[in-house]
């Protein structure tokens, strides 16, 4: 079963290359692609299903989003099980090879019942693709709703019907008077969890294809049933099919085409689908920034999110210009000690200087603060507030004074106005520092301060524009 | 603290050393304790710039924001170069450069506008273009995305940033302790 892995791997790897309109790193972008026209095309399409992350190739466990990522692909969103789930998903998928060699299928078809018990595991497809995407649809019963939504394939009508069928008869009582066909595909449909009826009609819609061989003799039996259901379900989801022919047709040979079911009740022409798949998927990215951006979660709302975030780009840019102006000012006298650490690795330098708890790395969550007033713990004085950028400043000390000290403190003094920006100079911690004319002092000030300088309190002086 | 070891091919760890290598070979041109503010100026410049050079070069080309940042900071150097005052090659790198940047600012208006047509056209969002502009303004190589590409590169440039600021406050930490 490693095979597996590694060939789903190399497929994600050829995905990606080849994948061009899909920045695809959500996982509405995932399922969505799946067409019918992969569906028919065995485990090679297997990749196709995979994730498309657009990040680093390399999966960066340390990346919460890429973390994420590798969990949903092996294991179920909702809970980072891990290789319990894998396992048991490889065992589902070994099952299903054996089943459907052995042609066990409406024996076994009582036994079938939920994901849980994966021995029984449904036995009806032919396609081993089939097997493994049915496994991980049932990872994805953890999304949420919006996400279900978006799960919808178009699939073809025909082979929907028995899908269809099945989903009806398990909602509804169960109809004995089918064959086992409806039973093994209810059994896949109880195979995702989660109630939406509409997500679990839709992707074993796309997987009726698959089950023709087996399902012939059974199929007729269906497909009395189906002209029922089909009648009661146009009544129900009459936009539904419209789209469903509207988008399997036209989208089917270019495969980078989305394929989008319009939910009940909405316009169904291509530009609103199309626009609903854009928003859905900015809606995704705006999630993923939310978690990036501390302090984000009780932000609702495009706009002021976008906000938040273009205040914190703008805090991290001018954090890193402080910092080099003060790597610029920093007297290295520990040049030997930087060859050494550069040799060794840099991270370690926690445990080489013990007294270098600062506790720089966390203080950064609180020192960006939006939207939440000021957070400063030394209550200094305002600087008067300047207007613009005051670098220039620093060029205006060269005819001023030569003094170490007083050149610190106009600095440091212009860098603090730089940090926050125009209007209200919220900079009060650099009033702190400037009082230590002192060289020295003002370096251990600085390192002292400095998260609490980076207090991004309120970015309105950033954005007098708005409010 | 050896479990703070991190993976050697990781962002971070290519940042530090690429920042590393650049800083010392900064700090080694001029001794800083005599430094005028001028020349502090200036070190300023050229570590700012070794810090976005050396995450843009990390990231290599897989972003848009870091192509865009490399092409910058290489324009900007061939600029400097060019002003610098060597005047016999000036001319023809001058030329170079100009094409380059002419025809470069050409395909860039022309991807603009077409982007923005593109925009237009698919732009649900009319409330949310101001702040669109603006965040295509502080993400380098931004004016040429649409919004939905425009949050993944803004995803990945707030992660490299703050790895970045993250780096550089360790290693300033470092300088300042004794």
């Known amino acids: 079963m490693e095979k597996d892995?590694?060939?789903?791997?190399?497929?994600?790897?050829?995905?990606?290359?080849?994948?061009?309109?899909?920045?695809?790193?959500?996982?509405?972008?995932?399922?969505?692609?799946?067409?019918?026209?992969?569906?028919?095309?065995?485990?090679?399409?297997?990749?196709?299903?995979?994730?498309?992350?657009?990040?680093?190739?390399?999966m960066d466990q340390s990346d919460p989003f890429e973390s994420a990522l590798s969990s949903m692909v092996s294991s179920p969103a909702a809970s980072n099980v891990g290789s319990g789930e894998n396992v048991m998903m490889r065992e589902l998928i070994g099952k299903l090879w054996n089943i459907c060699n052995s042609k066990d299928i409406i024996t076994n078809s009582t036994n079938a019942s939920s994901y849980s018990t994966p021995l029984n595991s449904p036995p009806f497809s032919t396609d081993p693709g089939f097997a493994e995407r049915a496994a991980r649809f049932s990872c994805f019963g953890g999304l949420n709703d919006p996400l279900r939504d978006s799960l919808k394939l178009s699939g073809h009508v025909n082979g929907t019907q028995t899908i269809k069928n099945s989903t009806l008869s398990r909602s509804s009582s169960p109809e004995n008077a089918e064959s086992g066909v409806s039973k093994e595909e209810s059994s896949v449909s109880e195979q995702l969890p989660g109630g939406n009826n509409k997500k679990r009609k839709s992707i074993p819609r796309g997987k009726a294809k698959e089950t023709p061989s087996p399902a012939t003799v059974d199929a007729k039996v269906a497909a009395e049933n189906n002209d029922e259901s089909n009648a009661k379900r146009s009544k129900q989801n009459g936009t539904v099919k419209a789209s469903n022919k509207e988008d399997s047709k036209p989208p089917e040979p270019p495969k980078d085409y989305i394929h989008v079911r319009a939910?009940?009740?909405?316009?169904?022409?291509?530009?609103?689908?199309?626009?609903?798949?854009?928003?859905?998927?900015?809606?995704?990215?705006?999630?993923?920034?939310?978690?990036?951006?501390p302090g984000c979660n009780k932000v609702t709302g495009k706009a002021v999110m976008l906000d938040e975030i273009i205040n914190y780009v703008q805090s991290l840019q001018r954090q890193v210009e402080f910092l080099s102006m003060k790597l610029a000012t920093v007297n290295p006298r520990m040049d030997v000690n930087m060859e050494t650490l550069l040799s060794k690795d840099m991270f370690q330098s926690?445990?080489?200087?013990?007294?270098?708890?600062?506790?720089?790395?966390?203080?950064?969550?609180?020192?960006?603060?939006?939207?939440?007033?000021?957070?400063?713990?030394?209550?200094?004085?305002?600087?008067?507030?300047?207007?613009?950028?005051?670098?220039?400043?620093?060029?205006?000390?060269?005819?001023?004074?030569?003094?170490?000290?007083?050149?610190?403190?106009?600095?440091?003094?212009?860098?603090?106005?730089m940090?926050?920006?125009?209007?209200?100079?919220?900079?009060?911690?650099?009033?702190?520092?400037?009082?230590?004319?002192?060289?020295?002092?003002i370096r251990v000030g600085i390192t002292q301060s400095i998260d609490p300088f980076f207090v991004w309190c309120r970015f309105n002086s950033s954005r007098p524009s708005e409010n | 603290m050896d479990s703070q070891h991190l993976n050697p091919s990781s962002l971070k760890s290519r940042f530090t050393a690429r920042f590393l290598r650049a800083l010392i070979k900064i700090n080694a041109q001029k001794p800083i304790s005599s430094s005028s503010p001028r020349e502090i100026f200036?070190?300023?410049?050229?570590?700012?710039?070794?810090?976005?050079?050396?995450?843009?070069?990390?990231?290599?080309?897989?972003?848009?924001?870091?192509?865009?940042?490399?092409?910058?900071?290489?324009?900007?150097?061939?600029?400097?170069?060019?002003?610098?005052?060597?005047?016999?090659?000036?001319?023809?790198?001058?030329?170079?450069?100009?094409?380059?940047t002419t025809t470069s600012?050409?395909?860039?208006?022309?991807?603009?506008?077409?982007?923005?047509?593109?925009?237009?056209?698919?732009?649900?969002?009319?409330?949310?273009?101001?702040?669109?502009?603006?965040?295509?303004?502080?993400?380098?190589?931004?004016?040429?995305?649409d919004l939905c590409n425009l949050l993944d590169e803004t995803a990945h440039y707030i992660k490299c940033l703050t790895t970045q600021v993250q780096v550089m406050k360790k290693i300033a930490n470092l300088y300042s302790l004794e």
């Open chain 1, 263 to 293: 939910r009940r009740g909405q316009a169904t022409d291509s530009h609103s689908l199309a626009e609903r798949v854009r928003r859905e998927k900015i809606s995704e990215r705006m999630k993923f920034l939310q978690d990036l951006v």
């Open chain 1, 419 to 441: 940090g926050f920006g125009q209007n209200q100079a919220q900079c009060y911690q650099g009033k702190s520092i400037i009082q230590h004319p002192n060289y020295t002092r």
């Open chain 1, 350 to 417: 926690r445990g080489l200087l013990p007294h270098a708890v600062y506790s720089m790395e966390p203080t950064f969550p609180f020192g960006y603060q939006p939207q939440q007033g000021l957070a400063l713990n030394n209550g200094i004085a305002n600087t008067t507030s300047q207007q613009g950028f005051q670098l220039p400043q620093v060029n205006g000390f060269i005819d001023g004074n030569p003094q170490v000290g007083s050149i610190w403190e106009d600095d440091l003094q212009s860098i603090v106005q």
């Open chain 2, 42 to 100: 200036q070190r300023y410049r050229r570590i700012k710039v070794a810090a976005d050079k050396s995450m843009a070069y990390s990231v290599r080309s897989r972003r848009t924001w870091s192509r865009a940042t490399l092409w910058k900071l290489r324009s900007q150097s061939r600029r400097r170069l060019a002003s610098s005052g060597r005047r016999s090659s000036i001319k023809t790198r001058t030329t170079t450069t100009t094409t380059i």
């Open chain 1, 5 to 58: 892995k590694a060939f789903m791997s190399e497929e994600l790897k050829n995905r990606t290359t080849t994948r061009q309109q899909q920045p695809a790193w959500n996982p509405c972008g995932f399922m969505t692609e799946m067409s019918t026209n992969e569906l028919n095309c065995g485990t090679e399409q297997v990749g196709n299903y995979f994730f498309n992350p657009n990040w680093e190739n390399s």
């Open chain 2, 105 to 145: 600012t050409n395909h860039r208006a022309a991807i603009v506008e077409k982007t923005s047509h593109e925009k237009e056209n698919k732009e649900d969002h009319v409330g949310l273009a101001v702040q669109a502009e603006e965040l295509r303004e502080l993400v380098p190589g931004g004016e040429s995305m």
